[in-house]
């Protein structure tokens, strides 16, 4: 069976056969009279293009990944004006010194941008904590919230049940 036959009749993910798109103007006799035994809804199914599939690794952050691309807008627009100089410079252009100049100026600041997406990670791994590092700060941040969260609750069922009692086992007024 060859490439042909088996696009044709590919199975279905219900394990029924279906028959594939015959090539632009196929005259096959034998093709068009099985065509027509098959019922409409098995001649409207198409196979997908592509299956969705899982992520390997979880998105970055919305500012990581600002960071990251403000990062490599600077590092890219480094390299051309480094290019731009480097050839300048061999043609022997009056543009060559302050395109160097520029191109030192933009390596400060390509180095400031991936300095920036170093920085952001870390601040957003320290506030909004890690899975995979047990002695996380945000972890102890929301114990200690959860804590606050449960006393307050107590409190307020506590107050809940002395007004419904209308003041009784009140000790004082406060």
Request: aromatic share 6%; proline share 5%; hydrophobic share 45%.
């Amino acid at each position: 069976m060859g490439t042909a036959e088996r696009r044709r009749e590919a199975p279905r993910a219900d394990g029924v056969r279906a028959r594939g798109h015959r090539a632009f103007g196929a005259t096959d006799r034998k093709d068009s009279a099985d065509e027509a035994e098959i019922p409409a809804q098995e001649q409207q199914y198409y196979r997908p293009l592509w299956v969705e599939e899982p992520a390997r690794r979880r998105r970055l952050p919305d500012p990581v990944r600002t960071a990251a691309v403000r990062a490599v807008l600077l590092i890219a627009v480094t390299l051309i004006q480094a290019m731009v100089a480097f050839l300048c410079a061999m043609a022997g252009s009056w543009l060559a010194f302050p395109m160097v100049i520029s191109s030192v100026v933009s390596t400060i600041a390509a180095t400031w941008g991936a300095l920036d997406v170093w920085v952001t990670r870390q601040v957003w791994n320290q506030r909004h904590g890690v899975v995979s590092v047990p002695s996380s700060t945000a972890r102890a941040l929301r114990r200690e919230r959860r804590r606050a969260r449960r006393q307050e609750r107590a409190m307020a069922r506590t107050q809940a049940r002395i007004r419904r009692r209308g003041g009784a086992g009140q000790l004082s007024h406060s």
